[in-house]
């Protein structure tokens, strides 16, 4: 990705592999107040080989609402812009089939300080954990599956 064909990369739910964290970080270097930046902070969720109950995972299939999805993703982000400090938050969740390391979703901010990041990166990881229209079908070694939320 160069200036030239620069595109700001938006909050929202994407295709597996369809955007990139470097993609994320280029877009927060790029914003109108990069000045104001002092830390850029990302979290990467990424494919574990096992279940909350402790069953083997050979892949998962990742599905959402996108619309509600979209919406809820956007309305976490404006509400941590307002954090004072905060310049830009991007949240990019992935659908898809997934093995396992694979990525699902990054949550990245550009702050104007880390301490003020580092905490409204975790507030945004746990709302969109709980918040957000995302639905994975684990599927076990053992051929099984379960949807879950």
């Not at 990705?1 to 595109?7: G, L």
């Not at 995972?57 to 509400?79: P, Q």
């Not at 995302?134 to 070694?141: G, S, T, Y």
Request: aromatic share 8%; charged share 30%.
């Amino acid at each position: 990705m160069n200036n030239n064909n620069f595109t700001q990369v938006k909050s929202g739910i994407y295709q597996k592999d369809e955007i990139n964290l470097s993609n994320i970080i280029f877009s927060l270097k790029n914003h109108p107040k990069i000045q104001d930046v002092g830390s850029i902070l990302t979290f990467t969720g990424i494919v574990r080989n096992t279940s909350k109950d402790g069953k083997l995972i050979r892949e998962l299939e990742i599905d959402a609402y996108e619309e509600f999805a979209n919406k809820s993703i956007n309305k976490i982000c404006k509400e941590i812009k307002e954090i004072p400090g905060i310049v830009e938050i991007i949240i990019v969740h992935f659908k898809g089939t997934f093995d396992i390391k694979d990525e699902l979703v990054h949550v990245s901010i550009a702050s104007s300080h880390r301490e003020e990041g580092f905490k409204a990166l975790r507030l945004a990881v746990e709302r969109y954990k709980k918040e957000i229209a995302v639905w994975k079908k684990e599927i076990f070694l053992d051929g099984s599956s379960e949807w879950v939320h």
